[in-house]
């Protein structure tokens, strides 16, 4: 079943405009992962986050984990059209670290 | 250094049948996960071996199978094809599969049953 619940589930914004994406999760993790997919394509591994961390920043990314309310955020600031695709946030059960649990994620769609 | 490399691309089958995936991990990784990925359940995970073992599996009846060879290459397979095995399957790789580990990804394998 899958573990990961995201927000909102599309997204459509201007270029030059910040996103926002939310994703919740159900147990305990090691860390939380977040992965882009072109249409069509495989996904692509973002930024990792792991469970005692509570912001990350890579770029124009930027990644924060609240372990009490098990929820991440992910920001990409100044979208440019390149940035369309969708994004999931994939958890790593305990102890099981070939194994990511995806959420249903966002699909985005900046608009030039 | 090559990505993950999966064949065939696309493939079309008829319920029944039976199909063989493969998928050929980053030079290096010993891990290798399979994903399905749908419209309706999105995507989930089927199993992950390492070292040609299987080392963890989703809730995915018998029907789907895989192996792992000495090279790390992959194969999945999938008996009597129903109209719900339908989906894009992605094979992801990693140096051990721990925990802290991205996966790498391939495009998949779009397959199609009539």
């Known amino acids: 079943s899958q573990q990961g619940e995201e927000d909102p589930q599309a997204l459509s914004i201007q270029e030059g405009e910040n996103a926002t994406m939310n994703c919740s999760y159900k147990?305990?993790?090691?860390?939380l992962q977040w992965y882009r997919q072109n249409s069509g394509r495989g996904l692509v591994h973002l930024i990792l986050?792991?469970?005692?961390?509570r912001e990350k920043h890579s770029g124009r990314l930027r990644v924060t984990l609240d372990t009490s309310k098990k929820s991440s955020s992910l920001l990409i600031t100044a979208s440019r059209a390149a940035d369309t695709a969708s994004y999931f946030c994939?958890?790593?059960?305990?102890?099981?670290?070939?194994?990511?649990?995806f959420g249903q994620g966002t699909e985005l769609s900046v608009k030039p | 250094k090559a990505g993950v490399t999966q064949t065939p691309r696309y493939l079309i089958k008829t319920r029944g049948q039976q199909v063989t995936l493969s998928c050929s991990p980053i030079?290096?990784?010993?891990?290798v996960s399979w994903y399905q990925q749908t419209p309706g359940q999105g995507l989930q995970f089927l199993f992950e071996?390492?070292?040609?073992?299987?080392?963890n599996k989703g809730n995915f009846p018998g029907r789907f199978s895989g192996r792992q060879f000495s090279n790390s290459r992959s194969e999945m397979n999938v008996s009597t094809l129903e109209l719900g095995d339908s989906a894009l399957y992605l094979c992801?790789?990693?140096?051990?599969?721990?925990?802290?580990?991205?996966?790498?990804f391939g495009d998949g394998t779009r397959l199609s049953i009539l």
């Open positions: 986050i792991r469970s005692n961390e």
């Open positions: 071996y390492f070292s040609e073992t299987q080392r």
């Open positions: 992801a790789s990693s140096p051990i599969g721990g925990t802290d580990q991205p996966q790498h």
């Open positions: 147990t305990s993790i090691n860390n």
């Open positions: 994939a958890t790593v059960p305990y102890n099981q670290g070939g194994k990511l649990i």
């Open positions: 030079s290096g990784h010993r891990s």
